[in-house]
């Protein structure tokens, strides 16, 4: 396809997929109770079932943060900077990022791979046929669901990481838990929290959108099926990476 193509059919193709699933998103509360279960089957799916490994990794970042950051502050006798140090890179950095992969690991490849399913075998022609919008019924569930999951999961990942990383420092460096919480509360921004909680919105948003139109631009052979979930993975990573550095440049800039 050539760049004369992509600007003149698949970008806006892609806009106005965002803008029908985003005006359905806001009028979900007026579905069915079928569109209700898919909702909570994907939080469970893409939020629940996930904590396990987001525990890991938030807890491993305490870890590491703490064993190499605290030796080489205490040379300078600058410990303090121990907590803006940690917000930043686990709630601020690479919280939203982290989640981000996990979910993209995880619901990007199953969200495109079920989605194509649906269209080989004509399930999605069937809702059509009788009256019902597959975007609306397929597509905005997923949505919303990947969205909200991504958005819990980082505050989860914020969390449990400062409350794994107090653990850790209790073995190097013991302190009251007082002291170590109102410490970071002082660190903790305004700030630090509206755009780690923005990032992760948009996260979800571009994840579930890039996964869904994956899925929905298959044709009729069954080996676009993984394909669509390969497609969904790279895209989504890529425009997740391109609006990270822009929320980070953006963030540097005003600050």
Sequence with gaps: MTLKAVFLYTIPYNLGFFAKTLRGAVLFAFRGKVSFKILTMQILFTFVEALGISSLLALGIGVVVNVIGMPFLAGFSREQLIYPLL???????????????????????????????????????????????????????????????????????????????????????????????????????????????????????????VALIAGFSVDRASTEIPVAGLRAVGGSLGWCIVVDVLFSVLYYVIM
């Design 87 to 209: 917000i930043t890179i686990i709630t601020r950095e690479l919280g939203p990022l982290l989640t981000m992969i996990i979910i993209i690991a995880r619901s990007a490849t199953a969200i495109a791979t079920e989605v194509a399913g649906m269209v080989i075998s004509h399930e999605v022609e069937a809702y059509i046929s009788v009256g019902i919008d597959p975007i609306d019924h397929l597509a905005v569930p997923r949505f919303l669901g990947v969205t909200v999951s991504l958005f819990l999961l980082n505050v989860y990942f914020s969390i449990f990481g400062l409350a794994g990383s107090f653990a850790v420092a209790q073995i190097f460096n013991p302190m009251p838990a007082a002291i170590y919480f109102n410490n970071l509360l002082e660190a903790l921004t305004i700030q630090d929290i509206l755009i780690s909680m923005t990032k992760s919105v948009f996260f979800g948003m571009i994840v579930s959108t």
